[in-house]
């Protein structure tokens, strides 16, 4: 006969049981949604490194709904949604503030966000051009090369005011206005008449630059007495060397290159293609005619590229570089 206190003990050892198996299952459960979440973190980060920053989110957004608590798909969310929506960006890093705000290890990375938080919100609004849906993914950039240098080069006013001044030949007036017109389409310039009414100046002057250079663009910080207070000014200077008889051509890639400087990009592509190419490029064409001697010619790069856009745009969209979590 079984007496009471056995059946109670057989009862208390399957309840037991039942909650140990109800354990093991919501703890593989739990797993799971972990190894999803860090599947689509992963995929996320893929995506962002190629420029595909709208699908990008859309990854680091699945990681979160499996794991609310994924500071890290936080972090990258908002860096991706920089180059999508700022208001957008701004609700990503303030719900990473708070998912991280109590993790040791992510203590600097909070307190840096708060920062970042501050500068994007403070960020100038820009024209449609210079908005990120105007990043073409497929063409990529040049940013991660540019960016240390060029952090807190970018303008804080618009437009941005121009003097070309007066270049001694024609045709270097030509291909500089074309340079001119070329970026004003892209960036918001404005010319001005005079030099000390302009924030990016233009001269032509012999120079000792070494042989192969051809221009150069410095920054100046003007200090000038305002109403008995002391103001600075910054001031891009672009000096053109006249050691060289450059056509009309080049004088245009010349100036281009050096306006991208002057607008922030402070460094230069890897491509031969971008007009951000640290040696102005020459391109030989041969022209397929039936005869004896071939026809050849050369032609310049004569705009930036949709990779150059690409990196000024994600210059003038993201509050200074952020390297994203792995």
């Not at 739990?30 to 859309?58: M, P, Q, V």
């Not at 719900?95 to 920062?115: I, Y």
């Not at 032509?204 to 663009?217: F, I, K, M, V």
């Amino acid at each position: 006969m079984t007496c009471k206190k056995d059946v109670r003990r057989s009862l208390n050892l399957l309840a037991l049981a039942l909650l140990g198996w109800a354990a093991l299952g919501s703890g593989a459960a739990y797993s799971a949604d972990i190894e999803k979440a860090r599947a689509a973190y992963r995929e996320g980060n893929g995506l962002f490194d190629e420029g595909s920053f709208a699908e990008a989110a859309a990854a680091y957004n699945r990681a979160i709904a499996e794991n609310p608590q994924y500071a890290e798909a936080y972090h990258n969310l908002g860096l991706a949604e920089e180059m999508l929506d700022r208001k957008q960006a701004l609700e990503s890093w303030k719900k990473f503030v708070d998912v991280a705000s109590g993790q040791e290890a992510l203590k600097f990375d909070v307190a840096r966000v708060r920062a970042r938080m501050q500068i994007l919100e403070a960020l100038l609004p820009l024209p449609e051009s210079m908005q990120p849906g105007h990043y073409v993914s497929s063409a990529g950039d040049y940013y991660w090369q540019i960016s240390r240098n060029s952090e807190g080069e970018e303008w804080n006013h618009l437009p941005v005011k121009v003097f070309l001044g007066s270049a001694p030949e024609m045709k270097w007036q030509q291909g500089t206005r074309e340079a001119y017109d070329v970026w004003s389409a892209l960036f918001p310039l404005q010319q001005v008449a005079l030099p000390q009414d302009a924030d990016i100046r233009m001269s032509w002057e012999r120079s000792d630059l070494d042989e192969g250079h051809a221009g150069e663009e410095m920054d100046w910080v003007q200090i000038k007495p305002v109403g008995g207070a002391l103001s600075a000014r910054r001031v891009a200077f672009i000096s053109m060397d006249l050691n060289r008889r450059w056509s009309k051509d080049e004088m245009r890639a010349i100036v281009l290159h050096e306006i991208g400087h002057a607008l922030g990009i402070k460094g230069h592509s890897d491509s031969k293609k971008d007009i951000m190419f640290w040696q102005m490029q020459e391109k030989a064409r041969q022209l397929p005619l039936p005869g004896p001697i071939p026809l050849f010619w050369r032609s310049l790069v004569k705009q930036p590229s949709q990779r150059d856009i690409n990196t000024l745009i994600r210059l003038y969209n993201h509050p200074g570089s952020s390297v994203r979590f792995r």
